[in-house]
């Protein structure tokens, strides 16, 4: 065991890439870089990281801002409730801990937002608490060095690669240890082509030495995904457009879209106008409708998206939008926080 962590961290010193949130102990920088990490690769995650440290230097900062500051920081990187839960922790910290971050795991885990995997890496990182992290590269490396066979998925899967990684974590250097098993299982020990010819455990590797590299670790039970689809009605009233706020405990919570028509399936203009909700929307109007609509498919985690985009002029307004709808110019609608598909579809149509 002890030769295994020794070696990890060895090579750890040797490959590990810099970056920025790998020169502190700072525990707010800690915890911003992980939660981004959690949904983006490192090259595309650390332009996030900059930009909202720059934005929100420190917890007061982000427990200040106003959310929608926040959101529009984040826009891109998906899993806006991360975000948003992000807010709602600096605020607690701000007010129920002094500003000052909870120093063990047992403590960040209660925080909204900050699971195992978090309350790891911030309590061995910055607080050197020997608690080991579990995520898909650690998983991977560690199933293939031993040949477990079990899936994380599982309550006991979980528990039994906690076991093995307790009695790897040395309690001197628990956050090295920690960032080094990380590390190798996203340059070395990778899901497809691992570098086994020159890697520090190929004698002893189970996967390797038993030909079971593509069968390790187990894989995940492919999720079933929803198919939805919307319809978006980017409407023209002079030199403004419309935006409501997505508020329902759904994908891209508090975000800004143009008004949508939701449909059970993949609806024609001629059956969308016969909805109700665009007939309320277009009361008492002539919509101009430029049938040069664009149509795009979008992936989601558990959803798979048909999004349509219909342009639509009009020259006079009703009751309904007035009183539903934000009319925004297309400067304030910059500032607001927009989920990717439609900055696609604003820089398309502003081309
Ligand atoms: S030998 Fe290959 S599979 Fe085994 S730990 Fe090294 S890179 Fe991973």
Known sequence: MQNITNKLIEWYSLHKRNLPWRETRNPYAIWVSEIILQQTRVNQGLGYYLKFMETFPDIHTLAAAPMDQL?????????????????????????NYNGIFPNSYKDLIKLKG????????????????????LDGNVFRVIARIYGISESTQS???????????????????PGVFNQAIMEFGALQCTPK???????????????LNNNLIDDLPRKKV????????????????????FVEQRTENDIWKLLYQFPLIETSSDYSLNELEKTNLWKQIFNNIKPQINLNYSEKKHQLSHQKL??????????????????????????ELENLGIPILLENYLADFNK
């Open 71 to 95: 959101l529009k920081v984040w826009q891109g990187l998906g899993y806006y409730t991360r975000a948003r839960n992000m807010h709602f922790t600096a605020q607690d910290i701000v007010q």
């Open 114 to 133: 900050i699971g195992d995997y978090t309350a790891s890496a911030i309590a061995s990182i910055s607080f050197k608490e020997p608690s080991p992290v």
């Open 155 to 173: 309550a006991q899967g979980k528990k039994n690669f906690k076991g093995v990684l307790t009695k790897l974590i040395p309690h001197d250097k």
């Open 193 to 207: 082509n691992p570098l086994c010819e020159e890697c520090i455990f190929k004698s002893s590797c189970f996967a």
């Open 222 to 241: 492919k999720v079933k995904q929803t198919k939805r689809y919307f319809n978006f009605l980017h409407i023209l009233y002079n030199d403004s457009t």
């Open 306 to 331: 048909y999004v349509k985009f219909y342009e639509i002029r009009i020259n006079t307004l009703n009751s309904y939008i007035n009183k539903n709808f934000r009319k925004v110019s297309f400067r």
